[in-house]
Structures are given as structure tokens and as C-alpha cells.
């Protein structure tokens, strides 16, 4: 379990974060979405004692030598290393076992090739992120904490991370704490929201109902929309292959009933919610 | 401890700046030798026509106790220089590469994380003058063989072929004392500043402004003796005709001590300071 009660943190730039509580549970895998420079990665720093908040507490329920994992910004690593050597040096300054066996099973626990002999300056940026956490997974702690951790990744790599971020929660009971400013990778693996804005939290809660409350549009897919009479009668923007209707969720499954009685195959349906809405509907 | 050193050492090794580091001593070290075997013989005679004249000196001149006397003057600036550069380095390239915050984000105390990152400068200053001592020597002597050295200090002072060689070793063990020194001092600078290009520059400042300060006569005699700047030329002692041990001893022992100032200072801050 990790908590951070009334945290507030002051630059000379100004007021990084003011007054934040946020909360992790364990096996939970919470979202932090905000802009860039909204104060998440001053959070991430803070929960993870990197730096002290000028106000406020960080509470960590451990009896563990690691309480808390992570990434910050980008994995650092030793570029003139390999992936093998780099899980050696980390797990041997923290006295974790660093035997040949070991650093394997670490490896393979994040899906990285035990082949891999080059320097990991050669390693895509989906791989780097992948010892990064394999290496913040060094002596089981309780929480891991990742900033902006598809940043830079392909769709694959984005859904090849989640997939591993949602099995070490599950299996593992890991409290999981991510940031991000993309939406809707945050919204595929997170059970609970915080959104922050000028280092306040300004809106919070679990996903679907945070998602549910604050959407307003759907983007339907299907073949010969424009010749709809049904979306007629919405608001509705025309995309190449698409059309953005402006709706409450509520509405969408008679909706989708009256666009199945016109004769048009609708093959996605997916809610169309950005960090903008989140953030002004909360302001 | 012993985990973070050798987490250190494995690092060491494989960064290909500890590699350019030696390989610059060498490249220092060939200059000196090819100059000395083309142009050496011909100076020497130069500045020494009368002298040789009144006097019988065994062996030649340009030898290899001339030769390894010359490479050790390089410790007045070269040498620091490159060593402050490669150990400033163990620092700042922690702070560039983002490891300082994933070491950071371990179950690793930050004082001792720290105090390995001393310890291991330290050793690869040793292991450097080490390495700079025996390549000259052997290199030196294989070309130049043995003799005896004159040497200019205030005026010109001789030493046989055996007393030189040992006053070049014990020269060598005081010159290290002072490089660790300033390897200690840049690792500080490193701590407070944390860029790689800003530090250099800070390390240069100092390495420049410390050997001013050791031609300043500051009047207060105590400065004039327990000031750092005026220890870091102790190895130049070893070269006066009379040898005063205590002086020497003493002077290593107040650098020494002054290295140490200089690390618990830099460590104090680094535990003190936020990471990131």
C-alpha cells in the first residue's frame, strides 16, 4: 500500500504540487493522467523519496529493504552494459540474489530475450522499458511506481506493457501507480484515476465511473454512415471512415439498436474522452 | 560496501573512458620519450657544456632517470587534468544516463552508494600514477638505461643513479597523494554541480587556481604551510639536495587529511540533496 498525504512541493520556477493526497492499494493499478508539467513527475519523485515535499507525508506499509520500485522519466541504464550485466550490478548493490539463475528468471519474468549479449544502447525503447522495470522489480517491492511508461513506444510495444503491468498486479499483488498524458492507453489498464492539473488533483476515481461521468462523445465505425437517418438527429462529426456523435453514454445502445434496423453494420464503438475534458469539467 | 565496490570496479572496467585515460597517459608519456631520444642530447649538451667541463658525470645525462623525472613533472597539470576529467566523470555520467535516480530507487543507503564512488577514484588514481610509473620506468630505462640526474630546482642539483631512482619512486608515491587530491576534489564538484561539461570546466578552474595560489606568499606564515594549494608540490621536495622527511611526511599527511575534508563534504551534500 502507498500513500501520499497532503503533499505540496515549491520550486524556485514556482508551486510544483499543492496539497496532494493519492492512494494505491495493493494488486490496484492507479492512472495519474496530466499534462505535461502538471507536477506528476514531481509526485512520482516525492512517493519514491527521491525528493523531500516541502509539506505532507509519504506512507508505505513495508517491512521489505525495497518498499517501493520504479521508473522515473526513462529507464536509466548502463548503455555500455548488457541487459544481463545491468540486472548483475543492480541486484549486487542491494545484496539481491545475482546469480546467473536469477538474473534469468528476472529477465524472462519481463519477456527479454536471454540472448541478448549487445550493450543495451542497442535495444529498442520497448526493451529498454522492459529491463527498466525488471530491474525496479529487483527485491520484490510492494509498489511500483512508472512514469510515462509507453511514451515513445509503438502500439505493440503500449500493448505488449500493459499486458505485462496488468500480470504483475494480478499476480503478483504489486501496487501499481502509472503516468500519463495519453488517455487512452491509461484507460485500458487502470482500475482507479487521478488526474492532475497545475499540481492539484482535480478530479479522481475509478475508471469506468470517472469515464462514464465525463463522456460526451462516441466514434462509430461502420460502412455507409453518412447515409444514416438516425444521426440525423445527433450531433455529429464526419470522419474518413468514422463519425464522432455527441451523446450521453446512455444513449448508446438504442443508438446502435436504430443503426442495426437502418442496415448498417457498426463494427466499433468506442468512447471518445480526452484529459482536456477531464480536467475542465473537474475545473 | 563491498557489493558497491565491486558493482564500481565492473563498471570501471567496462566504461572505455578508463581505457582513454590510460591511453592518454601513453600518448604523454611516447611524446616525452620520442622528443628526449631526438632533440634531448643536443639541449642537454646546451646547458650543460661548462659544467661538464668541471665536472664528471657517470653515464649520460639523458637517461632514464632524466626521462622518468620529466614524465613525473607532467603531474603538475596534465595528468590531474585527465584524471579529473575520467573520475568527475563516475559522477555526472550516473546524473545523464538517469541511473543515479534507478540506484537510487534500490535498497542502496545513498552515503554509501557515495563513499564506493570515492573509493573507487581513489583506487583508479592509484592504479593510473601506478601504471605511469611503471610503463616510464620501463620504457625509459630499455631505451635510455640508467644514470645519474641533474635536476633544476632554484639552482642545479645532482644525485647519483641509485639515490635518483629512489627520490623518482618516492617522488611518484608523494605525486600521488596530491592526484588523489584532486580526483577527490573533482568528484565533489561533480556532487555540487552534477553536468559533466560544468564540472570539467570547475576542475580546470581550480586545478588552475590552485597552482597560482602555490606561487602566492599569503605573509601568515600558517597559510603559507597548512594552505592545500601550498601541499600539492610536495613531490618537487623529493628533488632538493637535502631532504627534510618530517616536512614531507607532514605535508602528505595535512593533503591527505584535506582529501578526506573534501570527500565528507561532498558526501554530506550528496545525502542531504534531492535526487532528479
Redesign the interface.
Known amino acids: 500500500m502507498l500513500t501520499g498525504n497532503n503533499l505540496s512541493k515549491s520550486y524556485s520556477s514556482g508551486k510544483a504540487l499543492n496539497d496532494v493526497s493519492i492512494h494505491i492499494s495493493p494488486g490496484q493499478i492507479c492512472g495519474l493522467l496530466g499534462r505535461n508539467g502538471a507536477g506528476k513527475t514531481t509526485l512520482f519523485k516525492i512517493l519514491c523519496g527521491l525528493v523531500k515535499p516541502d509539506h505532507g507525508q509519504v506512507i508505505i506499509n513495508s517491512r521489505r529493504s525495497k518498499p517501493v520500485g520504479g521508473i522515473i522519466e526513462r529507464p536509466g541504464l548502463y548503455n555500455f552494459l548488457n541487459a544481463y550485466d545491468n540486472i548483475k550490478i543492480f541486484a549486487g548493490i542491494q545484496g539481491a540474489p545475482a546469480d546467473k539463475l536469477s538474473i534469468e528468471q528476472t529477465l524472462l519474468k519481463v519477456g527479454l530475450p536471454l540472448d541478448r549479449k549487445d550493450p543495451v544502447s542497442n535495444f529498442s525503447l520497448g526493451m529498454k522499458q522492459r529491463l527498466g522495470i525488471a530491474i525496479a522489480l529487483i527485491n520484490d517491492p510492494e509498489c511500483l511506481v512508472l512514469d510515462e511508461p509507453f511514451s515513445g513506444l509503438d502500439p505493440i510495444g503500449v500493448a505488449s506493457l500493459i499486458t505485462l503491468i496488468r500480470k504483475l498486479a494480478e499476480e503478483e499483488n504489486i501496487a501499481i501507480l502509472l503516468s500519463s498524458h495519453m488517455m487512452g492507453e491509461i484507460s485500458k489498464c487502470c482500475h482507479f484515476l487521478y488526474v492532475i492539473e497545475k499540481g492539484e488533483i482535480v478530479n479522481s476515481g475509478p475508471t469506468n465511473a470517472l469515464i462514464n461521468a465525463h463522456i460526451t462523445s462516441f466514434s462509430i465505425t461502420a460502412s455507409n454512415l453518412a447515409a444514416s437517418l438516425t444521426l440525423k438527429n445527433y450531433e455529429v462529426e464526419m470522419g474518413t471512415n468514422d463519425a464522432r456523435v455527441s451523446c450521453e453514454a446512455r444513449e448508446i445502445p438504442s443508438l446502435l439498436t436504430e443503426l442495426l434496423s437502418e442496415g448498417i453494420q457498426v463494427t466499433a464503438c468506442t468512447p471518445v474522452l480526452t484529459l482536456e475534458q477531464l480536467i475542465k469539467k473537474a475545473i | 560496501m563491498r ?2 565496490l ?2 564500481e570496479l ?2 570501471l572496467v ?3 573512458k578508463t581505457y582513454y585515460a590510460l591511453g592518454s597517459i601513453m600518448v604523454i608519456e611516447t611524446l616525452i620519450l620520442i622528443t628526449a631520444y631526438f632533440q634531448g642530447s643536443t639541449i642537454l649538451d646546451l646547458l650543460l657544456d661548462n659544467l661538464k667541463q668541471s665536472f664528471y658525470f657517470e653515464g649520460t645525462l639523458l637517461n632514464g632517470n632524466l626521462i622518468m623525472y620529466i614524465v613525473l613533472n607532467s603531474l603538475w597539470f596534465n595528468v590531474p587534468l585527465i584524471l579529473m576529467i575520467v573520475t568527475s566523470g563516475i559522477v555526472t555520467d550516473e546524473y545523464k ?12 543507503k545513498k552515503w554509501k ?1 557515495i563513499t564506493a564512488k570515492y573509493i573507487i577514484a581513489v583506487l583508479f588514481t592509484i592504479l593510473v600514477i601506478g601504471f605511469m610509473m611503471l610503463t616510464t620506468f620501463i620504457l625509459a630505462y630499455s631505451i635510455f638505461g640508467g644514470g645519474d640526474l641533474v635536476v633544476y630546482l632554484n639552482t642545479l642539483n645532482f644525485f647519483e643513479a641509485d639515490d635518483a631512482f629512489h627520490r623518482i619512486c618516492w617522488a611518484f608515491a608523494s605525486g600521488a597523494v596530491s592526484m588523489v587530491f584532486y580526483c577527490v576534489v573533482s568528484l565533489t564538484l561533480a556532487i555540487f554541480i552534477k553536468e559533466a561539461a560544468k564540472t570539467w570546466i570547475a576542475a580546470a578552474l581550480f586545478l588552475i587556481i590552485t597552482t597560482l595560489l602555490l606561487k602566492v606568499d599569503f605573509v601568515i606564515p600558517v597559510i603559507n604551510s597548512f594552505f592545500f594549494p601550498k601541499l600539492i608540490d610536495t613531490w618537487q621536495q623529493l628533488f632538493y639536495y637535502e631532504l627534510d622527511w618530517t616536512q614531507i611526511l607532514m605535508n602528505n599527511a595535512l593533503l591527505i587529511l584535506y582529501t578526506i575534508a573534501f570527500a565528507a563534504a561532498g558526501t554530506y551534500v550528496f545525502h542531504k540533496k ?3
Open positions: 557489493l558497491l565491486s558493482a565492473l563498471k567496462k566504461q572505455s544516463d538517469g541511473t543515479m535516480q534507478t540506484v537510487m530507487l534500490q535498497a542502496v552508494f534531492d535526487i532528479g
